[in-house]
């Protein structure tokens, strides 16, 4: 089979097409055909080999895979050949097929396509467990959301509204980003790129200070982020985007009962109770119309590098997906 290999880490040029033995799935596994696969800021992290945990070379990227069940081990029961499915892999969605255990497949509604399934499980678990399990999320609270046009972002602003959030503060880098945010249902934009935004951010919430926020930029967004939480507010960091490891004084939390937490979506994957309720519940919102997926581009498994490198330069927005052959 095809697939995109990274043998040392490095730049998008590292990205290689290769040509591999098809995965045989053991006893509790099942063999997909890919149809599509979604590319994370996460994917670039393993390329680089600065990802939260060692990446293991060679390795083929890609934690999104919808497709095509094929072939099950013998100890399968839930999931048939033929069965339309989505998972969440630790690797292996740059390619044309990839195995996975059976606990982790969920079954894809008629409603949806390959390309809006792929799009969802990685940025859609991430927006509701870091709003809902992490940040605790209450009715009428006010929630800040940074990159809001982003792949978390768009599901972010939209959940948070879900959740019940009286008002959401979403940032982004262009006019464009913004008014993106504003169709998924944001209040209040914020250009980021512009000196003073967490000042904007406090003006908007009458300087009281959100009560919760997501941050993934790391560096300077972080401690400015800081300084926008309220009493009781809630802080959720779930990416270094930019690189910047951040080091603050924790005591500084103390004055007004505030909280730093992280966020690292494969602990939840572990958690069969908090992941196939909450996937369904998502994949049964965009069927049924509430959440709104953002397809940024499709492209070939073959443009992996380029997409890579795209997405780095922050020229895309919404959700990127690669197609495997013709499909």
């Given at each position: 089979?095809?697939?995109?290999?990274?043998?040392?880490?490095?730049?998008?040029?590292?990205?290689?097409?290769?040509?591999?033995?098809?995965?045989?799935?053991?006893?509790?596994?099942?063999?997909?055909?890919?149809?599509?696969?979604?590319?994370?800021?996460?994917?670039?992290?393993?390329?680089?080999?600065?990802?939260?945990?060692?990446?293991?070379?060679?390795f083929?990227?890609?934690?999104?895979?919808a497709?095509?069940?094929?072939?099950?081990?013998?100890?399968?029961?839930?999931?048939?050949?033929?069965?339309?499915?989505?998972?969440?892999?630790?690797?292996?969605?740059?390619?044309?097929?990839?195995?996975t255990?059976?606990?982790?497949?969920?079954?894809?509604?008629?409603?949806l396509?390959?390309?809006?399934?792929?799009?969802?499980?990685?940025q859609?678990?991430?927006?509701?467990?870091i709003?809902?399990t992490?940040?605790?999320?209450?009715?009428g609270?006010?929630?800040?959301?940074?990159?809001?046009?982003?792949?978390?972002?768009?599901?972010?602003?939209?959940?948070?509204?879900?959740?019940?959030?009286?008002?959401?503060?979403?940032?982004?880098?262009?006019?464009?980003?913004?008014?993106?945010?504003?169709?998924?249902?944001?209040d209040?934009?914020?250009?980021?790129?512009?000196?003073?935004?967490?000042?904007?951010?406090?003006?908007?919430?009458?300087?009281?200070?959100?009560?919760?926020a997501?941050?993934?930029?790391?560096?300077?967004?972080?401690?400015?982020?800081?300084?926008?939480?309220?009493?009781?507010?809630?802080?959720?960091?779930?990416?270094?985007?930019?690189?910047?490891?951040?080091?603050?004084?924790?005591?500084?939390?103390?004055?007004?009962?505030?909280?730093?937490?992280?966020?690292?979506?494969?602990?939840?994957?572990?958690?069969?109770?908090?992941?196939?309720?909450?996937?369904?519940?998502?994949?049964?919102?965009v069927?049924?119309?509430?959440?709104?997926?953002?397809?940024g581009?499709?492209?070939?498994?073959?443009?992996?590098?380029?997409?890579?490198?795209?997405?780095?330069?922050?020229?895309?927005?919404?959700?990127?997906?690669?197609?495997?052959?013709?499909?």
């Amino acid at each position: 089979m095809k697939a995109i290999q990274l043998k040392e880490y490095g730049g998008p040029e590292v990205l290689q097409e290769v040509e591999i033995d098809k995965p045989v799935p053991k006893e509790n596994e099942v063999l997909i055909e890919i149809h599509a696969a979604g590319v994370n800021y996460a994917d670039t992290a393993r390329r680089e080999g600065q990802y939260v945990v060692p990446t293991p070379l060679p390795f083929i990227p890609g934690a999104e895979a919808a497709g095509v069940v094929i072939e099950t081990g013998s100890g399968v029961k839930s999931i048939q050949k033929g069965d339309r499915v989505v998972t969440l892999i630790q690797s292996g969605g740059y390619a044309e097929y990839a195995v996975t255990d059976e606990r982790s497949i969920i079954p894809i509604p008629d409603e949806l396509d390959f390309t809006l399934a792929a799009a969802l499980p990685l940025q859609g678990l991430s927006a509701y467990h870091i709003l809902k399990t992490m940040g605790r999320i209450e009715k009428g609270e006010t929630v800040l959301v940074h990159a809001a046009a982003g792949g978390v972002g768009t599901i972010a602003v939209q959940l948070a509204k879900l959740f019940g959030a009286g008002k959401v503060i979403a940032t982004a880098s262009t006019k464009e980003k913004l008014e993106l945010a504003k169709e998924m249902g944001a209040d209040v934009l914020i250009d980021y790129t512009k000196d003073g935004w967490e000042q904007e951010v406090l003006n908007a919430t009458d300087g009281k200070g959100v009560h919760l926020a997501l941050e993934m930029a790391g560096g300077d967004v972080f401690y400015k982020t800081l300084k926008c939480l309220g009493t009781f507010g809630r802080l959720v960091v779930y990416g270094v985007a930019s690189g910047e490891q951040s080091k603050f004084n924790p005591s500084s939390l103390m004055a007004r009962n505030q909280s730093v937490i992280g966020f690292f979506l494969p602990q939840i994957m572990r958690k069969p109770e908090l992941l196939q309720p909450s996937m369904k519940e998502l994949m049964t919102w965009v069927a049924q119309g509430k959440l709104k997926l953002t397809v940024g581009d499709v492209y070939s498994l073959e443009e992996a590098a380029v997409v890579h490198e795209l997405m780095q330069a922050r020229k895309t927005k919404g959700k990127l997906i690669l197609k495997p052959g013709n499909k």
